[in-house]
């Protein structure tokens, strides 16, 4: 790892997790550096002097118009051009929750065809019509082109959201994001690693289970999940059953998100 890597992690107007973000990618070995929304939108060229750009978890502007929509309208008019530019010169960008909920709406992710900024998915009300705060069981997909996923197979995580449902807008849409790599993860009974599409396991009601995609190239990708939430084995709930032969990993499992995303960017970026 090496802090060559500089990471921008956005904040500001209800975004509320962007200590855990900076700390997780700080221990994958990054550069990290937070900016408000305001100053980025005052000096939008900044973003070019960064390797990865995180869009953190939180209700952004109070969530109005739904989950993340006024967020992504607002990067849209006044930092469209240079994200555009940020994507296309292969850098790496995360959505976390609310950030996930962002890039949907911005078009980020899935860019079907590479179509980036049309929107394409949403992630919507949760089945049960409550938000949901609990833990949850994900499978990677090994077939996914996602590098913030790779090497990783089941991993537990937290779960924080009321509109954490992922829809696309036909079957069409669903049938390009299964066959073409795009989804990364998916919501998986503890047990069995099955894909679920059944309460507590599945929280929201996803379609297919997914609880993660990311666009053709796997750089761009966003989680309903928290990983920053999972960086200590003590952050587990029932950490005392994380032990493997009797010792617990040294480091939550939610860091090899940010570790993935480092060594990528250090090794084809830096």
């Known amino acids: 790892m090496t802090s060559a890597v500089k ?22 070995g990054a550069e990290v550096t937070c900016v408000h929304l305001n100053d980025l939108f005052a000096r939008s060229s900044m973003l070019l002097d960064f390797h990865v750009l995180a869009f953190v978890g939180g209700f952004s502007f109070g969530d109005h118009l739904g989950a993340g929509t006024v967020l992504a309208n607002r990067l849209r ?3 469209g051009s240079e994200l555009n530019e940020f994507i296309a010169s292969g850098r790496l960008a995360i959505g976390i929750c609310n ?3 962002t890039m949907t709406r911005l078009g980020l992710v899935p860019a079907l065809d590479g179509a980036y900024f049309r929107q394409q998915a949403a992630l919507t009300h949760n089945d049960q019509g409550v938000f949901r705060n609990a833990w949850v069981t994900l499978k990677c997909n090994p077939e996914s082109s996602c590098v913030f996923t790779r090497g ?9 959201h009321g509109e954490g449902k992922f829809v696309v807008k036909d079957s069409a849409a669903l049938e390009q994001l299964e066959s073409h790599g795009h989804v990364a993860m998916r919501y998986v009974h503890p047990e069995t690693s099955q894909t679920t599409l059944d ?3 599945n929280p929201n009601g996803s379609v297919n289970g997914i ?27 029932h950490w005392i059953r994380q032990k493997i032969n009797g010792v617990l990993p040294e480091v939550g499992l939610g860091r090899q998100i940010f570790e993935n995303a480092v060594r990528f960017a250090a090794a084809e970026l830096v």
């Open 7 to 28: 990471v921008l992690v956005m904040t500001g107007y209800g975004l509320n997790c962007e200590r855990e973000t900076t700390r997780a990618f700080e221990l994958a």
């Open 77 to 79: 008019h006044r930092v």
């Open 99 to 101: 950030g996930f909920q």
């Open 152 to 160: 990783i197979d089941i991993l537990p995580l937290p779960i924080r």
């Open 199 to 201: 309460l507590p396991h």
């Open 211 to 237: 609880a993660a995609i990311c666009d053709m190239s796997g750089r761009v990708f966003g989680m309903m999940p928290h990983p920053e939430a999972y960086l200590s084995p003590f952050n587990h709930p």
